[in-house]
């Protein structure tokens, strides 16, 4: 197979793997890259290309998302190239070690295995998962570097797979309910003292009382997100979004009326917003 040249569509996997390699030996840039310096690069990639999904399921257009897509796969072969030159593996040991591991992790599929439904699949996939890597406790395997609501909510699904968990969300509004109230005693506590960094006994390492009791409340949010069957990382990004939006509208009406933000008053403010609400209903 020769080289495809930069005036050719590439039409194939393995016109798509001859281009990397090229400009891995041509191209001054892709020479000096390694791992680590291909590392953020590959994670503003994935987020990206969540960005292109919310776009599909809101739109029904999935250009950018096979644009994105693209993206994350000449990640994937970049790496495997890299690796190939460092002697670790290449490219096909990496595709290998995928198809041997569906098969290892689908035995329902691929030998005669008998499975009552996607959760018994779930669990025997945990299992088999723990078994392969070695790993002594359930948790293992949630990567530190997650966004932090969606590390939670990997960590609770772990813990619930062995029965650790309410029965149903009642439970975790008791809980909620207690973790407010404990967030609002450490405000209190911390108004009454005056100190913003008041040590306690079995806090963190550089959290205060406040802080800790704040993450034990949003850690709460996300196990109820979980029992209703809320993607709390989406649903917080989809929040985001929203007031981005609707905050872009009020920076416009207030550029429109010739008067600088200062000079309007929350109450003012407040009634640009309360139209934008309005308008988008």
Request: charged residues 35%.
């Amino acid at each position: 197979m020769t080289d495809t040249t930069p005036n050719e569509a590439p039409r194939s996997l393995e016109e798509f793997i001859q281009i990397v390699r090229r400009l891995r030996r041509e191209c001054p840039w892709d020479r000096e890259q390694t791992h680590a310096s291909l590392r953020p690069m590959l994670i503003e990639e994935a987020y990206e290309t969540v960005e292109a999904i919310d776009h599909g399921i809101d739109t029904g257009d999935y250009t950018e998302l096979k644009k994105e897509l693209g993206d994350v796969l000449l990640h994937i072969l970049f790496h495997s190239d890299l690796a190939s030159e460092e002697g670790y593996f290449t490219l096909e040991d990496v595709i290998q070690a995928e198809c041997e591991k569906l098969i290892y992790r689908h035995p329902h599929v691929f030998s005669d295995i008998k499975v009552e439904g996607a959760e018994h699949v779930s669990r025997n996939w945990e299992q088999l998962k723990r078994r392969e890597k070695g790993r002594n406790s359930i948790l293992d395997g949630v990567p530190a570097s997650l966004p932090a609501l969606q590390r939670s909510a990997r960590l609770q699904e772990k813990a619930a797979k062995v029965g650790f968990d309410w029965p149903d969300s009642e439970g975790v509004w008791k809980k909620i309910r207690e973790e407010i109230a404990e967030f609002e005693t450490e405000l209190q506590n911390e108004a009454q003292l005056g100190q913003t960094d008041r040590p306690r006994s079995g806090c963190q390492k550089d959290h205060s009382p406040k802080e800790e009791e704040f993450g034990d409340l949003l850690f709460s949010l996300v196990n109820l997100s979980r029992h209703e069957g809320i993607d709390a990382e989406g649903a917080l990004r989809a929040a985001s979004n929203k007031f981005s939006r609707r905050f872009r509208k009020v920076e416009a009406e207030v550029e429109s009326s010739g008067r600088p933000f200062s000079d309007f008053s929350l109450d003012e403010l407040d009634a640009i917003w309360d139209r934008v609400k309005l308008s988008e209903r």
